[in-house]
């Protein structure tokens, strides 16, 4: 499976971006980490199937929102009233089953930097 991200950016603090991952093929679960400079790569929201089945870690609950097409090839995520502590590199990934861990996921995108000033 391949993902490919885009619409990373920089931004002010309280501004919106809009990130996209499109994957060559279905993959029941899509998942979004996020990787400071010399931190772990987090697990910030996923994706269990259909858009219905969205959870959130509490750090962007409220402000960020997954959402996936049709087809169920591509995630977006929206994320309003971003913050400075939101800056890092965000990663999309897929699986075959719900996992917040990042080990479970062998496939990923290449990353898409945002920065929040």
């Known amino acids: 499976v391949q993902l490919v991200e885009s619409g990373g950016g920089s931004v002010q603090a309280g501004g919106s971006l809009r990130l996209s991952c499109e994957a060559s093929e279905y993959t029941g679960t899509m998942s979004w980490f996020r990787q400071i400079p010399g931190k772990e790569r987090d697990w910030i929201a996923g994706d269990a199937g259909g858009g219905r089945n969205a959870y959130y870690a509490q750090s962007v609950k409220g402000r960020f929102t997954i959402s996936r097409d049709a087809a169920k090839r591509t995630m977006s995520l929206q994320m309003n009233n971003l913050k400075p502590e939101d800056t890092g590199v965000y990663y999309c990934?897929?699986?075959?089953?719900?996992?917040?861990?990042?080990?479970?996921?062998?496939?990923w995108g290449q990353g898409t930097q945002v920065t929040v000033s």
């Open positions: 990934a897929a699986h075959t089953r719900y996992s917040e861990w990042r080990d479970d996921y062998i496939y």
